[in-house]
């Protein structure tokens, strides 16, 4: 029924043919430099013949493949900026647009999933996408009761595509690994296989959805749209409009950067603290900034930041975990002792691994620079330092992130955060992220200092 190439051999043989290319760009390269051409510029080729190759492939694979080139995305601030030029185009084309399923399939997955009569719940129904992702595309529709609707409508057979792109790319996860300096690309796909079974399932990303948009209804700063139908392969959510965040990097001016930037943070820190549940799949086209009303006119600063896309989330029912703000605030005071306890107690520093706290400490120092000021600046050239420093093999920094330890119930919590660091480096946003880590992550503000804080109860005050 689908168009989406998911036989196994088809797929495997187009994403098997990846690192042959690599090879054969290699040999090419040698060549041209044995040629005469200078190596700079021979690499700066290589690797835009790498981008367009890769990311065109992922794009028209959608399912893992495209998944994960929408991942390494986020990441694009992380690469040099000689490197990043050639990628930074092929890796947007992703955030928002692939190859769409054709009007026939999507058809037939309504019929099937809403019934013969699925055109009597519309008033109208685009059939051209309003955008494409990675196990299924959005229709701009309006609802039977005349509100207007998103229609995601699943990839069929994107299950198996998925499984299968993630278990091939994992096998050549090493030859990928130079194209994010300092990350380690085969845990990321591993943890994207595991969570396959979630993302397919409309009815869980609906709950997560609707649980944010009840917590959300009133809130001055985040826009959730809520849920309006689900069924298997179909959900069916309120239409919001905006900028995309992807559009806001490219072009936006810099009171809308500073201010998505701001949104993004506080979402990210207070999701979990509201919901019990952490939106797990920040990149940029799952973001749109709403002017308030929808007039641009009254400002950024009143502008509201839209989330979609809730398939991925981590459930954390007590919201972040405590040892993440109480590590963050005591590295902060300089605390190295205590510091490298907490992170032994977690399961950061293995029994069989001793370092030197100091040394610990300064490690993680540059890496939370943005929570010790007020407002913080964040930059495509910051990343590439931090990136560089854990990413070079000569490095005391590098040498010890390789003896750490990173917690399987982290391991999401930790992708998020990179990834929103990474937008945040894209939208190149000022930030006061200060005041997020304070309001909404436990354990950042020490217990008695938050007590003394509250204001006093009118019993206490008699």
Not at 87 to 103: G, V, W
Not at 227 to 243: A, K, N, P, R, Y
Not at 273 to 300: K, Y
Request: glycine content about 8%; charged content about 25%; overall charge negative.
């Amino acid at each position: 029924m689908s168009d989406l190439p998911r036989k196994a051999v088809t797929r495997t043989a187009r994403l098997a043919a990846l690192p042959l290319g690599f090879a054969g760009r290699a040999t090419w390269g040698l060549g041209k430099r044995i040629g005469g051409k200078s190596a700079e510029l021979v690499a700066r080729e290589l690797q835009q013949r790498t981008a367009e190759q890769l990311f065109k492939v992922l794009g028209e694979l959608k399912g893992g493949a495209m998944k994960f080139g929408q991942a390494l995305s986020v990441f694009e601030s992380a690469l040099p900026e000689e490197v990043a030029g050639p990628y930074r185009a092929a890796l947007t084309k992703l955030q928002d647009a692939a190859p769409p399923m054709p009007t026939r399939t999507v058809h037939a997955v309504l019929e099937e999933r809403l019934g013969e009569e699925w055109r009597e719940l519309f008033l109208e129904f685009e059939d051209k996408p309003a955008a494409a992702a990675s196990i299924g595309q959005v229709h701009r529709a309006v609802w039977h009761d005349g509100r207007e609707v998103a229609v995601k409508v699943q990839y069929p057979g994107a299950g198996e595509a998925l499984l299968s792109d993630l278990t091939q790319l994992s096998r050549f996860a090493r030859l990928l690994g130079p194209l994010i300096p300092g990350m380690d690309i085969k845990p990321l796909i591993t943890e994207m296989r595991d969570r396959v079974s979630e993302e397919l399932d409309y009815a869980l990303e609906a709950h997560a959805q609707q649980s944010h948009a009840d917590v959300f209804a009133d809130d001055p700063d985040v826009v959730v749209p809520r849920v309006v139908h689900q069924s298997d392969q179909v959900l069916v959510t309120e239409w919001i409009d905006g900028i995309p965040l992807s559009e806001v990097i490219a072009d936006g001016t810099e009171e809308q950067r500073d201010r998505a930037g701001q949104l993004l943070a506080r979402f990210l820190f207070s999701g979990p603290a509201r919901t019990g549940l952490l939106h797990a799949d920040p990149h940029p086209g799952n973001f749109r900034l709403l002017p308030v009303g929808g007039d641009e006119e009254d400002g950024p600063e009143s502008w509201r930041l839209g989330v979609l896309d809730f398939g991925t989330v981590d459930r954390l029912p007590g919201g972040l975990p405590e040892t993440i703000g109480t590590c963050l605030r005591l590295t902060l005071e300089g605390d190295a002792e205590t510091v490298y306890e907490l992170l032994r107690e977690e399961g950061f520093v293995k029994e069989s691994i001793d370092l030197d706290p100091d040394a610990v400490l300064e490690y993680l120092l540059p890496i939370i620079e943005p929570a010790e000021v007020a407002a913080f600046g964040f930059t495509r050239g910051w990343m590439r330092t931090q990136a560089a420093r854990i990413a070079d093999p000569r490095s005391p920094a590098h040498q010890l992130g390789r003896q750490l330890n990173l917690p399987p119930s982290y391991l999401l919590i930790h992708r998020v955060t990179l990834s929103t660091i990474g937008v945040l480096c894209q939208l190149n946003a000022t930030v006061r992220l200060r005041d997020e880590l304070e309001e909404w992550l436990p354990g950042f503000v020490e217990a008695e200092a938050e007590a003394e804080a509250e204001p006093e109860t009118e019993l206490e005050a008699e």
